[in-house]
């Protein structure tokens, strides 16, 4: 006989955690997210570093990735620079869905102390599918789905569907969400409840439930990792963006969908979905960590050669490999690829390289046809 799905529970929609569960697993996340915040203070990036236009950039790529749609990463970039106020190469690539994408997740933070209501979600959803399709499908745009249809979540070939889960009919969703968006304010940091529910904790539940009404035709996936986003700044009390949480749900999409449904099977105790998130939400922090290291490499590195005066050839290659990091590209740099990055001539790349080498921004590795050429960075490239 097959389980009840959780809404389908007499006390749902009442989520609880058992605490003795999930104490541990909130104790490492809050760790790996005070280290994080701790570092980012101690450099002072602020909010439009280098740093938070990367995180910015993998949230937007993750969020869509995990829903199976790949953006054109020049786009992404040429957006999240103009979001942050920042003027993106001349002839970037443009999209109005990134925009719209890049606008929803940004408002999520930027907005974090602004109530979340149904309005504001509806503004989220049209914002996805502006032209009112999602793919070759017309969809309700706008507005929670009114199809009398089950909600299904379905893979497999026609004829041959598995059906993973039901949401709520449609018929209950103004209800539904009623309820959602009422707790939702009155746990946020500072609301009556607030002090009662851990931040972490909060955020996971909101998605796990927010996802189980599924309200929207689409795009319920990244609204309710936006309404992650928002959940974890409130609790931050700041709008910060320090780390991509959609980057590791990406990296680990099999164990997200898992825990996700899991939750949606079992009972109203989320406990194992809450420690999976917390989890989740550690390792993202350490990877952010890595960033901010390199983001202040990157800085150290411009502030020591401040007084040199290069092209924009040279700054472009520069530039691209730092944001390589440690070891650079597959195969290094020569004179070739120089060319081919730059589109100048050969004599001109020759003269550029040698002068990159004689400001002590570049170091020579090799002979001959095996000439490669490294960013002089201290602990990168090979020990001299």
Known sequence: MQSKLIWQHDDWPHLVITQANVTQSLLMARQRQGELVGKARAIGLGQTGSAVQEVLFQEVMATSAIEGENLNPA???????????????????????????????????????????????????????????????????GKYRQHTDPMQIVSGLPGKEVVHFTAPPSARLGLEMDKFLQWFGQTAPGAARGAELDGIARAAMAHVWFETIHPFEDGNGRIGRAIVDMAMAQDLGAPARLFSLSSQMLKDRKGYYEALSAAQHGSTDVSAWVQWFARALGQACVAASALLDAAAEKSRFWATHSQVTLNERQRKVIQRLLDEGNGGFLGGLNVQKYIKMTGTSKPTATRDLGDLVRYGLLRVRGQGKAVRYEVVVPGWGLSE
């Open 75 to 141: 786009a992404v970039r040429s957006s999240v620079m103009r979001k942050l106020g920042f003027e993106p190469p001349t002839g970037s690539a443009r999209s109005r869905q990134v925009d719209d994408l890049v606008d929803v997740i940004q408002d999520a933070i930027i907005g974090f102390d602004q109530p979340l209501d149904h309005d504001r979600l509806f503004r989220w959803q049209a914002a996805l599918f502006p032209s009112g399709y999602s793919g070759l499908q017309r969809i309700a745009v």
